[in-house]
T-cell receptor
Framework: AQSVAQPEDQVNVAEGNPLTVKCTYSVSGNPYLFWYVQYPNRGLQFLLKYITGDNLVKGSYGFEAEFNKSQTSFHLKKPSALVSDSALYFCAVRDKGTGRRALTFGSGTRLQVQP | DAGVTQSPTHLIKTRGQQVTLRCSPKSGHDTVSWYQQALGQGPQFIFQYYEEEERQRGNFPDRFSGHQFPNYSSELNVNALLLGDSALYLC???????????????FGQGTRLTVV
């Protein structure tokens, strides 16, 4: 069965500093990996995805993520955090090998960017 | 492009009642999935519809059922509501591209269901 772990419930960072939100996954085959962001009382907004190829994926709003197959990780990063980046971030995986299309989400990490 | 739209945005129901939630997918999308997001948790997959058929189902009881219409819109029905069904229900639309599963899903703003 596929699973996602987001080990940090909350990440605090000062505005202008780099940020990292961690994600590790478990699948039986090769993964498709996604990051979504959720603002209060809103649905999920797609940020970026890893399908194949380059391990560094660039997405919306200056976010990027690094796929590491040996560590089964897909950490979300941004070089310089903004207060407006404060939100709930979800990592999700889809197992290419199973043909199962459902996304499996982690429990989420709340990012708090202080001015 | 209106994106994924869900209705209603909020709903309060009593235990034992039945509820219907609605979703219109993003223009050009043909696949609708439903997720339940309990407070403080990540979304959990309920089921997915394509070509008006349920294609995949998560670990949810038969009280949860759905439908997809020819215009690709979808409904989620929950019977015999329990207090534990209180959650944000998210609809996601995507493209069914055969064996290719790499398309991202686009989510609506959700329906907040409260069961009292």
């Amino acid at each position: 069965a596929q699973s996602v772990a987001q080990p940090e419930d909350q990440v605090n960072v000062a505005e202008g500093n780099p940020l990292t939100v961690k994600c590790t996954y478990s699948v039986s085959g090769n993964p498709y990996l996604f990051w979504y962001v959720q603002y209060p009382n809103r649905g999920l907004q797609f940020l970026l995805k890893y399908i194949t190829g380059d391990n560094l994926v660039k997405g919306s709003y200056g976010f990027e993520a690094e796929f590491n197959k040996s560590q089964t990780s897909f950490h979300l990063k941004k070089p310089s955090a903004l207060v407006s980046d404060s939100a709930l971030y979800f990592c999700a995986v889809r197992d290419k090998g199973t043909g199962r299309r459902a996304l499996t989400f982690g429990s989420g990490t709340r990012l708090q960017v202080q001015p | 492009d209106a994106g994924v739209t869900q209705s209603p945005t909020h709903l309060i129901k009593t235990r034992g009642q039945q509820v219907t939630l609605r979703c219109s997918p993003k223009s050009g999308h043909d696949t609708v999935s439903w997720y339940q997001q309990a407070l403080g948790q990540g979304p959990q997959f309920i089921f997915q519809y394509y070509e008006e058929e349920e294609r995949q189902r998560g670990n949810f009881p038969d009280r949860f059922s759905g439908h997809q219409f020819p215009n690709y819109s979808s409904e989620l029905n929950v019977n015999a509501l329990l207090l534990g069904d209180s959650a944000l229900y998210l609809c996601a639309s995507s493209l069914w591209t055969g064996k290719i599963m790499n398309t991202e899903a686009f989510f609506g703003q959700g329906t907040r269901l409260t069961v009292v």
